[in-house]
């Protein structure tokens, strides 16, 4: 296992001296004593922080820590997930989840993983080992390549069941062999997953917090054991608790042609889209795809030409990559925003999302409705908000809000909207629900 605490010892040096050098000469500075002086600051940070195997960035959602992240000069947050960083919050240090290797530097020209393999190439993540790393699509569901062993009539019991998990990985300790068990599933073995003695269902990729029963209910609603252990009401439950995957059942992963093209596209797609310089419209239905705007370019060199911007998805999503790519320029033409989301957007998302429509210049249509109305959170000063950014966008024209909470207080701002916004020729608000209270209503 990845050691624990003698790292706290370890000296890191992450400069080239030989560039630092060629910089003194060209600089007329000392480059080597500045970097010694950066060096020694870094290891004292360094000292404080926490080391040890981080079961809970384990998943390549690693790439979430990176939204806060200020440095869009540096390595890609893509390529630091990827390599088994994540951001630790401390300056732009970002630290290895398995060998707990803290990195400064992010601006080098050799790639994370290389600069990683480098000062830590007995790190078992990079060596390959199963230390429970879950790739950025690796989903849930897995299918089920042997049946049980001995048969499902072994495993009726649950203390049966629950021997199976003498070999639990380590990394998976944040969900418990004995709920588990009880929940129907029977280690397989593999990595860490489970399968059902009843339905032959398999789950793996576990993290804490997560809740058997729950999973079972939302991926194999069908199962017999399920059925006959919890009421409907309770499966119900669950499933609609689900967040995301919205009508998705482990049915759907069973045919190949979900695995292959549910998770792929979004991010090859971002990522090449400095490749179309000229690109004018891009139009994205991506459901099932955790942080759609997350996996935008930071910057975006080449997007200026876009005039028309369409992503719609029912899960939440981060508007800071929106509102970045907008404050630094890059939406200068863009005529036609379409978020259609179920927007579980907190106070700051909605913050983002009204700095990105400042600097729309050219909007003309802004389509904002969400898909499904639960889990709405509307602070009372979106709509305020909403309505002073709308009055700076000199080119709008139509402007859609389906299923936004909207009260009394709500409706007088959008008509004074409205009346001081004479080129606007299309509101269309529906589902407008009119409530006695403050509209604050979470779940
Ligand atoms: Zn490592
Ligand atoms: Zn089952």
């Known amino acids: ?112 993983i290389e600069i990683h393999k480098k000062l830590h190439p007995e790190c078992e993540f990079l060596l390959g080992k199963d230390v429970g790393n ?111 995957f919205v009508h998705v059942t482990g049915e759907h992963f069973m045919n190949s042609w979900v695995r292959r093209e549910l998770p792929m596209v979004s991010d090859q797609l971002f990522a090449n889209l400095n490749k179309f310089p000229g690109l004018k419209e891009l139009s994205v239905r991506l459901d099932g795809k955790a942080d759609v705007l997350s996996v935008l370019p930071g910057e975006f060199p080449n997007l200026h030409h876009m005039e028309k911007l369409s992503i719609q998805t029912s899960m939440e999503s981060d508007l800071s990559r929106l509102a970045k790519g907008a404050t630094s320029r890059g939406f200068q033409n863009l005529e036609n925003l379409d978020i259609s989301m179920n927007h579980k957007i907190t106070e700051e998302g909605y913050r983002h999302f009204f700095q990105a429509l400042n600097n729309l210049p050219n909007l003309q249509e802004l389509n904002i409705s969400r898909h499904i109305p639960e889990r709405i959170q509307v602070q009372a000063t979106t709509v305020k908000a909403l309505s002073q950014c709308v009055m700076r966008l000199p080119r709008l024209t139509r402007l ?32 407008k629900w009119i409530v006695p209270f403050s509209p604050v209503i979470q779940k």
């Open 134 to 244: 879950i790739g950025k699509y690796n989903i849930r569901v897995k299918s089920p390549e042997k049946t049980l062993r001995s048969g499902k009539a072994q495993y009726q019991e649950e203390e049966d069941r629950l021997e199976s998990f003498e070999k639990w990985p380590f990394y998976a300790h944040g969900t418990s062999p004995r709920v588990l068990s009880a929940a129907g599933f029977v280690f397989t073995g593999e990595r860490d997953t489970v399968q059902c003695f009843s339905c032959s269902g398999c789950l793996g990729n576990w993290e804490e917090g997560d809740h058997p029963w729950k999973e079972h209910a939302k991926w194999f609603p069908k199962c017999e054991f399920l059925q006959s252990e919890k009421s409907s009401e309770e499966i119900a439950q669950y499933i609609q608790s689900y967040e995301g």
């Open 1 to 112: 296992m990845a050691s624990q605490g003698e790292a706290c010892e370890e000296r890191i040096y992450e400069f080239d001296d030989d560039l630092a050098s060629e910089f003194s000469a060209l600089l007329g500075v000392d480059a080597l004593q500045i970097l010694k002086r950066q060096h020694e600051e870094d290891h004292k940070e360094r000292m404080k922080m926490k080391k040890g195997f981080n079961s809970q960035m384990r998943s390549e959602a690693r790439l979430m820590t990176f939204v806060t992240y200020e440095s869009f000069k540096s390595w890609t947050p893509q390529d630091m997930a990827a390599a088994g960083f994540y951001h630790t919050g401390v300056k732009l240090g970002v630290q290895c989840f398995c060998c707990s290797l803290i990195l400064f530097s992010t601006r080098l020209k050799n790639l994370p």
């Open 400 to 431: 859609r809000m389906l299923s936004w909470l909207l009260d009394e207080e709500d409706m007088k701002v959008m008509n004074a909207m409205k009346e001081r916004h004479p080129q606007c020729k299309c509101l269309i608000i529906h589902w």
